[in-house]
């Protein structure tokens, strides 16, 4: 792997003054910004971004743990949050608990860290909730999306349990008299334990 010290003897410069041009601080003439530039690219030297972020105490980055790989919909809203981020300077780092309470505490710790500000996760069970504290104690930011089952959180949810009874409402005033609930299974928490609820809001008819 080409390495800060290589660009450095490439270009003919002290390791400090290619440091300054990869970070963009200091005073860097234009002749040792060029030499860096061209011997980082003949090289093919690329920065190591996680080394930058700690040096510069940048920890700009967000974490997603996604519950269902398998869900397009889940991938959506992950594309349109990259996109947001993306445009205030800040990294979106993706991890994947496949509904699993053993995977969501593994993606926990990687996010952790990895050093991210905040940490967005669709919430398996209500059993990691130790996982959860550590990463709060570490100063990250974490907020249940999609799913309220921890009381403690902040909490960005859907209204499925409205839009099932709006939907249900609508599909009756159209002659419709038996409606079927389609709904995901949820391997490691009961119905009971999810907010908010579709089957609330159809029988709320």
Do not use: H, W
């Not at 509904?99 to 050093?115: A, G, K, Q, T």
Request: aromatic share 10%; charged share 25%.
């Amino acid at each position: 792997m080409v390495t800060i010290k290589d660009v450095a003897k490439r270009a003919d410069v002290s390791v400090a003054t290619v440091s300054r041009v990869i970070r963009g601080i200091g005073y860097i003439s234009e002749d040792a910004k060029r030499k860096v530039m061209e011997a980082s690219e003949e090289l093919g030297y690329v920065a190591n971004a996680s080394a930058q972020k700690l040096k510069n105490k940048n920890l700009e980055t967000v974490g997603f743990i996604i519950s269902d790989i398998n869900n397009p919909y889940y991938f959506g809203i992950a594309a349109s949050l990259q996109k947001f981020l993306a445009k205030k300077g800040v990294e979106l780092v993706l991890a994947f608990s496949s509904e699993n309470p053993v995977d969501e505490d593994r993606s926990f710790r990687y996010l952790i860290s990895s050093n991210v500000s905040a940490i967005l996760f669709t919430p398996t069970n209500k059993e990691n909730r130790g996982v959860i504290n550590i990463a709060i104690q570490n100063g990250i930011k974490v907020v249940q999306v999609f799913r309220k089952i921890y009381d403690n959180l902040d909490t960005i949810i859907n209204d499925d349990e409205n839009g099932c009874y709006e939907a249900g409402r609508y599909l009756i005033g159209c002659g419709y008299k038996r409606i079927l609930l389609l709904d995901v299974d949820y391997p490691y928490i009961s119905y009971e334990q999810v907010v908010p609820s579709r089957e609330k809001g159809l029988l709320r008819l």
